[in-house]
């Protein structure tokens, strides 16, 4: 387990990470694409200053490619900056390093104007279908908004067949369209939100933990609707959650999150079944599944402690401080994602070869948060 | 075999509502004995929680009637004095409910927190709840304990007071723990450890548990018997296996159907409950699940109540039993 191989790599020291293509697909293949995204937020000290005590990196230096049409799960705990990263890639958090491509163009140089146009191509659909959606406009008022900014529909009637479109596409009676959202269940409400965020005909959909204020027998009916749209409008989708069964559900590819930084992505199926990356491997071990034989005989793998706070990113591995198999050079060298397992899925991990940028563990070395 | 823990029969809580009197819970019977787990599952509004909260004396008594019968060793909760349900609170049932955050007091310090429910259950002095409150908290797993007693709820994370107000409700070792959505809030790798630390802790002192949950996941891994609640009624019950692997009651098909799973993935697509669950202030007259029922077809389904009956028994001494006209108990 502890052999280094000393094999020189293409990607091995001095190469920054972010260098490191996140996968082998032809660009043309790609419709979002970030590399060595970071978004850091300053810590301030409390008292009138407020000077700048540290940083916050909840967002550290993720490389990952979004392909045209594919559902791509974004996995992780809370704290993981999965929310972030998805909020960065539609700029509705400035990223404050790396680049976010959309369809070829940079968008992190992006003025208002041209953010615009990007917003109408990419869409959001919220947790809670009770707070994202204002309790005063009728779901036609919601829904045509869109309609209204992008300057898609001209005239009250054509709008009005839109949105009358959208409803039936989503599932809901379109006599509906007059009622306000107290009038809906949660499920409903969480139709209503995505019928919003298809208003403006998007290419590319964020589903931001989209099911998880849902009953269990609603969830199922929102996640058989996003797979349908998937399918029926060749929508690509961003499909964050920290349901692992349900993102391994509805997702193509699975990429996994901890503290800041895309550790494993691949193939559902590889990720799902044969993940590369400890932390993937007890993330899985962890998740219960409903049957009481599969239950009794399972082999959990019980990290110790806490994930390190974001303010505090272990040096090296972030991973490091509750992986069951650190060793040497976990602290000193960054990892990088490898190819490792199935086609097409990669981890960041020493343990398949040492592949990153070495850093200075003295400098950089916090102490993890206990 | 002795006398069950906890005996509960025929509970019913109606509540008070603007909108007319609401049938939160109706009829429910069932047993914990000591060192047994007890599933209690359903969806939101099914009356899992009120269920328990009704048990404690923890609803307002303006608004809340409660009837029936819940007999903690012998000694029935709902008509003892509120003094003697205090008594009993501790050393008897401790509760851990679902947000930790809400449930500590965000202005005390955790030790005050700790050794406030020591010493209103016992003569200990302040310094001698204080050692015990950290041996507690190391039981639980928390990291320095001593240090720990000193800190604030919003100085540890979520997991680490979820410990916290375990330890609080085990710190008179409790003959019964309830916990309601105890793990909901947390993540999975933590919700692993708080698992492990509750069976550890159940098979230490013979602990009966009460755990009340949505995530059939959960249950499979811990509970010896299941109970699903619908409606405010108890509609299906039986051991863990029975329930969750030969379901019989259509709702408890449609949940588990319903459920992405990992374990088995399939390319099709999910079975939904179609509609939503009735609101307790409405509640059919016949089965409370026919509204909603993909195979209901007894013309008694819509008019009459089912009754919950045997509908087999896996070998073991506990009947499998579900409240359902139709007859096609069939496994999934």
């Known amino acids: 387990?502890?052999?280094?191989?000393?094999?020189?790599?293409?990607?091995?020291?001095?190469?920054?990470?972010?260098?490191?293509?996140?996968?082998?697909?032809?660009?043309?293949?790609?419709?979002?694409?970030?590399?060595?995204?970071?978004?850091?937020?300053?810590?301030?000290?409390?008292?009138?200053?407020?000077?700048?005590?540290?940083?916050?990196?909840?967002?550290?230096?993720?490389?990952?490619?979004?392909?045209?049409?594919?559902?791509?799960?974004?996995?992780?705990?809370?704290?993981?900056?999965?929310?972030?990263?998805?909020?960065?890639?539609?700029?509705?958090?400035?990223?404050?390093?790396?680049?976010?491509?959309?369809?070829?163009?940079?968008?992190?140089?992006?003025?208002?104007?041209?953010?615009?146009?990007?917003?109408?191509?990419?869409?959001?659909?919220?947790?809670?279908?009770?707070?994202?959606?204002?309790?005063?406009?009728?779901?036609?008022?919601?829904?045509?908004?869109?309609?209204?900014v992008h300057g898609l529909r001209s005239g009250r009637r054509e709008r009005a067949e839109r949105v009358a479109e959208l409803l039936e596409l989503v599932g809901l009676d379109p006599a509906v369209a007059d009622r306000y959202p107290h009038e809906f269940s949660g499920g409903q409400r969480q139709r209503v939100g995505i019928a919003r965020a298809l208003a403006g005909e998007p290419d590319f959909l964020v589903c931001d933990e989209a099911i998880a204020s849902l009953d269990v027998s609603v969830q199922a009916q929102v996640l058989n609707l996003l797979r349908r749209l998937q399918r029926q409008l060749g929508l690509t989708l961003l499909f964050i959650s920290h349901d692992l069964s349900a993102v391994r559900y509805v997702s193509d590819r699975i990429a996994v999150m901890y503290l800041g930084r895309v550790v494993e992505v691949g193939p559902a199926s590889a990720v799902g079944s044969d993940p590369q990356m400890p932390y993937t491997q007890a993330l899985l071990s962890a998740v219960p599944v409903p049957h009481p034989s599969l239950e009794r005989t399972r082999q959990r793998i019980v990290l110790r402690g806490d994930v390190p706070s974001p303010a505090a990113v272990p040096s090296g591995c972030r991973f490091r401080t509750r992986c069951p198999y650190a060793f040497e050079p976990c602290p000193d060298v960054d990892p990088a994602l490898q190819p490792v397992g199935a086609p097409g899925q990669l981890a960041a991990c020493h343990l398949h070869g040492v592949v990153g940028r070495p850093v200075e563990r003295a400098e950089e070395a916090v102490p993890a948060a206990e | 075999m002795s006398a069950p823990l906890l005996e509960v029969e025929d509970l019913r809580v109606r509540l008070r509502t603007p909108r007319g009197p609401a049938e939160v819970v109706n009829g429910l019977s069932y047993t914990v004995g000591r060192g047994e787990t007890v599933a209690v599952v359903g969806e939101s509004g099914s009356g899992k929680s009120v269920s328990v909260l009704a048990l404690l004396g923890l609803l307002p008594a303006r608004v809340a009637t409660v009837t029936g019968s819940a007999r903690l060793d012998g000694e029935d909760l709902l008509t003892m004095s509120p003094e003697r349900l205090r008594e009993v609170r501790g050393p008897g049932v401790g509760m851990v409910f679902q947000d930790p955050m809400t449930s500590l007091n965000p202005v005390l310090t955790i030790g005050r927190q700790l050794v406030e429910g020591i010493r209103a259950h016992g003569e200990v002095s302040k310094a001698a709840a204080r050692e015990q409150a950290a041996g507690l908290l190391a039981e639980v797993g928390l990291p320095d304990p001593q240090r720990a007693l000193d800190r604030y709820p919003h100085e540890l994370s979520g997991g680490m007071r979820q410990r916290v107000v375990i330890a609080i409700a085990l710190s008179n070792n409790p003959a019964l723990l309830i916990a309601d959505e105890a793990t909901t809030a947390l993540d999975v790798t933590v919700q692993a450890q708080i698992l492990d630390l509750v069976a550890e802790l159940q098979s230490e002192h013979g602990t009966g548990v009460i755990w009340i949950t949505h995530d059939l996941g959960v249950v499979a891994g811990i509970a010896d018997r299941v109970l699903v609640m619908y409606g405010g009624r108890c509609v299906e019950d039986g051991t863990v296996d029975d329930v969750l692997e030969r379901p019989a009651h259509p709702y408890t098909r449609g949940l588990l159907g319903a459920l992405p799973d990992l374990a088995q993935v399939g390319d099709g697509e999910l079975a939904t409950v179609p509609g939503v669950p009735p609101a307790p202030t409405d509640l059919p007259p016949g089965c409370v699940f026919w509204p909603r029922c993909p195979v209901r077809s007894d013309p008694r389904c819509e008019t009459e109540q089912p009754p919950l009956a045997v509908v087999g028994t896996s070998g073991g001494t506990l009947p499998h039993r579900a409240a359902t006209w139709c007859e096609e108990g069939s496994p999934r």
Not at chain 1, 116 to 129: H, I, K, N
């Open chain 1, 1 to 148: 387990m502890t052999d280094l191989p000393q094999r020189p790599t293409a990607h091995a020291a001095g190469v920054p990470a972010s260098d490191v293509p996140a996968s082998q697909v032809p660009a043309s293949d790609v419709l979002v694409s970030a590399r060595g995204l970071e978004v850091h937020f300053p810590v301030r000290a409390g008292g009138a200053l407020r000077r700048a005590t540290g940083v916050l990196r909840a967002v550290d230096g993720v490389d990952l490619d979004i392909r045209r049409g594919e559902t791509l799960g974004l996995v992780g705990e809370s704290g993981c900056g999965k929310s972030t990263l998805g909020n960065a890639l539609l700029r509705l958090v400035e990223p404050t390093g790396g680049t976010v491509t959309f369809d070829g163009t940079d968008v992190t140089g992006l003025d208002r104007r041209a953010l615009r146009a990007l917003r109408r191509r990419a869409g959001m659909v919220f947790q809670d279908p009770f707070a994202s959606l204002d309790p005063r406009r009728t779901v036609r008022q919601t829904v045509s908004e869109p309609l209204e």
